[in-house]
């Protein structure tokens, strides 16, 4: 059974950094996709940044060139550096994961696409 578990949110004012961690177990998939994505209060989940197999990773406009995804293979987490945090990035983050049919270039940072998710960890910007 998959399992991804979300760490690391909190609270930082606007132009901190965070980092978010996604522990994954029981994830057998040679080929897969897995990105972070974020939902704010009253709004559509997100897509914020995904990577695949192949290590290509994509990037939401609104996060480019300040959130950066990678993966350590070996202890099976995926990471989130989240730098120049503005307000606007205030929500649960959440991990997800697909084994099938997914890649980035291909509807990576589409929610819809993605069987595996985690409970979520919340972040909070302040101006």
């Known amino acids: 059974q998959v399992q991804l578990v979300e760490s690391g949110g909190g609270s930082v004012q606007a132009g901190g950094s965070l980092r978010l961690s996604c522990a994954a177990s029981?994830?057998?998939?040679?080929?897969?996709?897995m990105g972070w994505f974020r939902q704010a209060p009253g709004k559509e989940r997100e897509g914020v940044a995904a990577?695949?197999?192949?290590?290509?990773?994509s990037y939401a406009d609104s996060v480019k060139g300040r959130f950066t995804i990678s993966q350590d293979n070996a202890k099976n987490i995926l990471y989130l550096q989240m730098n120049s945090l503005k307000p606007e990035d205030t929500a649960m983050y959440y991990c997800?994961?697909?084994?099938?049919?997914?890649?980035?270039?291909?509807?990576?940072?589409?929610?819809?696409?993605?069987?595996?998710w985690g409970q979520g960890t919340q972040v909070t910007v302040s101006s």
């Open positions: 997800a994961a697909e084994g099938r049919d997914l890649w980035v270039g291909y509807k990576e940072l589409t929610p819809a696409e993605y069987k595996y």
């Open positions: 029981g994830y057998r998939y040679s080929s897969y996709c």
């Open positions: 990577i695949d197999s192949d290590g290509s990773t």
